[in-house]
């Protein structure tokens, strides 16, 4: 099955995509890589807090032994090209509360954007706006990750084919006028994060 992104759905319904955007939201992102750019993740107690909150790790059910590998694998990642397949590895040895291993690759995108925000951030919205199913949990590790890989791959390849193209121009005008104050602070593949997770998440209702 192809995986496509809807974009004249997504232009049609920019006014209300865009509109459900919190302006909150993007003073937080803009916070936290103001806070990765100048300090260590490993050593700044407030960028740990806020990234926490932010990305909702604190309501994923991960042990405190997770959250501190996966600030020094952020801080490690710095200034090279993060390697999403061994972070899902290294996490997934780590326990959660309930005692199992989860993949959480999720969580592994949002690690590589903050160390280069270019790169698109996977989660359920996006996923669900694609048509693409997650692999099952019966399937082996290395399955799962091969399979999210492949859709991240190809996700990663078609933001910059819309950003080229133009075809979602529309919803970007709409986000900018939107938030005038973030036109420069947020690059355009932030906006098209922002805009697809929206829109999943309008489609639930």
């Given at each position: 099955?192809?995986?496509?992104?809807?974009?004249?759905?997504?232009?049609?319904?920019?006014?209300?995509?865009?509109?459900?955007?919190?302006?909150?939201?993007?003073?937080v992102?803009?916070?936290?890589?103001?806070?990765?750019?100048?300090?260590?993740?490993?050593?700044?107690?407030?960028?740990?807090?806020?990234?926490?909150?932010f990305?909702?790790?604190?309501?994923?059910?991960?042990?405190?032994?997770?959250?501190?590998?996966?600030?020094?694998?952020?801080?490690?990642?710095?200034?090279?090209?993060?390697?999403?397949?061994?972070?899902?590895?290294?996490?997934?040895?780590?326990?959660?509360?309930?005692?199992?291993?989860?993949?959480?690759?999720?969580?592994?995108?949002?690690?590589?954007?903050?160390?280069?925000?270019?790169?698109?951030?996977?989660?359920?919205?996006?996923a669900?706006?694609?048509?693409?199913?997650?692999?099952?949990?019966?399937?082996?590790?290395?399955?799962?990750?091969?399979?999210?890989?492949?859709?991240?791959?190809?996700?990663?390849?078609?933001?910059?084919?819309?950003?080229?193209?133009?075809?979602?121009?529309?919803?970007?005008?709409?986000?900018?006028?939107?938030?005038?104050?973030?036109?420069?602070?947020?690059d355009?593949?932030?906006?098209?994060?922002?805009?697809?997770?929206?829109?999943?998440?309008?489609?639930?209702?």
């Amino acid at each position: 099955m192809a995986w496509k992104l809807d974009t004249k759905e997504i232009n049609d319904y920019s006014s209300e995509i865009v509109g459900n955007i919190q302006e909150e939201s993007l003073s937080v992102y803009c916070f936290i890589h103001d806070q990765w750019n100048g300090s260590s993740a490993v050593e700044n107690k407030l960028f740990q807090f806020v990234f926490r909150s932010f990305y909702r790790l604190d309501n994923a059910g991960l042990t405190d032994e997770f959250k501190q590998k996966y600030f020094e694998l952020l801080e490690a990642a710095r200034n090279q090209k993060p390697n999403i397949k061994d972070i899902c590895k290294t996490l997934y040895d780590i326990e959660n509360r309930k005692g199992s291993k989860s993949l959480q690759f999720s969580f592994a995108t949002k690690l590589a954007n903050t160390v280069n925000p270019t790169l698109p951030i996977y989660d359920s919205e996006v996923a669900k706006m694609y048509g693409y199913k997650p692999p099952l949990p019966y399937k082996s590790l290395d399955q799962r990750i091969e399979s999210l890989l492949k859709f991240y791959e190809h996700l990663a390849a078609d933001y910059a084919k819309i950003l080229s193209n133009g075809s979602l121009e529309e919803t970007l005008k709409a986000f900018d006028n939107r938030f005038p104050s973030y036109q420069d602070k947020v690059d355009n593949n932030k906006k098209l994060d922002f805009v697809v997770w929206s829109a999943g998440k309008l489609r639930e209702k």
